[in-house]
T-cell receptor, first 115, second 112 residues
Framework: NAGVMQNPRHLVRRRGQEARLRCSPV?????VYWYRQLPEEGLKFMVY????????ESGMPKERFSAEFPKEGPSILRIQQVVRGDSAAYFC?????????????FGSGTQLSVL | SQQGEEDPQALSIQEGENATMNCSYK?????LQWYRQNSGRGLVHLIL?????REKHSGRLRVTLDTSKKSSSLLITASRAADTASYFC????????????FGKGTRLSVIA
């Protein structure tokens, strides 16, 4: 009974390249959340998705960032033309229903380093 | 911002002592949750307390919620070195399909 799986665990990109972060939620969970964490900081909400729908993307930068959660396959957080400021740990979480009154299950995160 | 604020930012105690961490928030909530994060790992859910509850226990954890003061506390009794981690409170807005919003956390160090 696997938990939330994120890959890769570590990702190194040069400025201007694209970064693709993958998240497979707990089996049966249809709600996925992406958060970003800088060193010594809390988690900043980025985007909330349900299967094939973006429910809330208020925390995601308007440019270069996109997310999807297709009917089949993992959720993908895509960062185009990465810059050094994108270096952070990106965490994915899932829940069977909307997070209100539900606990979130977190993955181990993807550490993105932009050179 | 709805973001919870934990206090203190860092806490260092001896093994066996109790650790108390506080969280304050700004607007009405449905519930408040506490999570733990070990260095370099994802967050793990500890406990959820609903807005109509005042106190909740889980093993060595005790959480209180005071909605009139918009604050919560997490007490870890008889701490162990393995409790060393960062602890975050998370709140939801009392409306709509909003996700959990996390504070910056309290870094707890338990010295053996």
């Amino acid at each position: 009974n696997a938990g939330v799986m994120q890959n890769p665990r570590h990702l190194v990109r040069r400025r201007g390249q694209e970064a693709r972060l993958r998240c497979s939620p707990v089996k049966g969970h249809s709600h996925v959340y992406w958060y970003r964490q800088l060193p010594e900081e809390g988690l900043k909400f980025m985007v909330y998705l349900q299967k094939e729908n973006i429910i809330d993307e208020s925390g995601m930068p308007k440019e270069r960032f996109s997310a999807e959660f297709p009917k089949e396959g993992p959720s993908i957080l895509r960062i185009q033309q990465v810059v050094r400021g994108d270096s952070a740990a990106y965490f994915c979480a899932s829940s069977p229903r909307i997070a209100t009154n539900e606990k979130l299950f977190f993955g181990s995160g993807t550490q993105l380093s932009v050179l | 911002s709805q973001q919870g604020e934990e206090d203190p930012q860092a806490l260092s105690i001896q093994e066996g002592e109790n650790a108390t961490m506080n969280c304050s928030y700004k607007t009405s909530i449905n519930n408040l949750q506490w999570y733990r994060q070990n260095s370099g790992r994802g967050l793990v859910h500890l406990i959820l307390i609903r807005s109509n509850e005042r106190e909740k226990h889980s093993g060595r954890l005790r959480v209180t919620l005071d909605t009139s003061k918009k604050s919560s506390s997490l007490l870890i009794t008889a701490s162990r070195a393995a409790d060393t981690a960062s602890y975050f409170c998370a709140t939801d807005f009392n409306s709509g399909n909003t996700p959990l919003v996390f504070g910056k956390g309290t870094r707890l160090s338990v010295i053996a």
